[in-house]
Nanobody, 124 residues
Framework: QVQLVESGGGLVQAGGSLRLSCAAS????????MGWFRQAPGNEREFVAT????????MYGDSVKGRFTISRDNAKNTMYLQMNSLKPEDTNIYYC?????????????????WGQGTQVTVSS
């Protein structure tokens, strides 16, 4: 079993930055690919970014490419999402997720473990 806890969400003005963290426990962290997803009420969960177990490969959704950066520190069992140039349309609940293998994925159904989410609100 894996426990994931997100933090770092909040309210920020458009053009600002936030860094989200996802602390993991309960499983060999470096063996799991991780991902960030986001969801607004009434919408489907949207892929944001994913990273391999080693951190060597990353992938991004088109809407965040060039603005967000995913990273991980396996020594701290923590994953991050640096979000720059935030836009009002980035307002969502952001979830971190972990796979049971080290290969990255854009698909929600590939992830076995999910955090509770952290709210990000970007004001115009």
């Amino acid at each position: 079993q894996v426990q994931l806890v997100e933090s770092g969400g909040g309210l920020v003005q458009a053009g600002g930055s936030l860094r989200l963290s996802c602390a993991a426990s309960g499983r060999t962290f470096s063996g799991s690919a991780m991902g960030w997803f986001r969801q607004a009420p009434g919408n489907e969960r949207e892929f944001v970014a994913t990273i391999t177990g080693s951190g060597g490969i990353t992938m991004y959704g088109d809407s965040v490419k060039g603005r967000f950066t995913i990273s991980r520190d396996n020594a701290k069992n923590t994953m991050y999402l640096q979000m720059n140039s935030l836009k009002p349309e980035d307002t969502n609940i952001y979830y971190c997720a972990a796979k049971q293998s080290s290969s990255p994925s854009r698909e929600t159904y590939d992830y076995a473990y999910w955090g509770q989410g952290t709210q990000v609100t970007v004001s115009s």
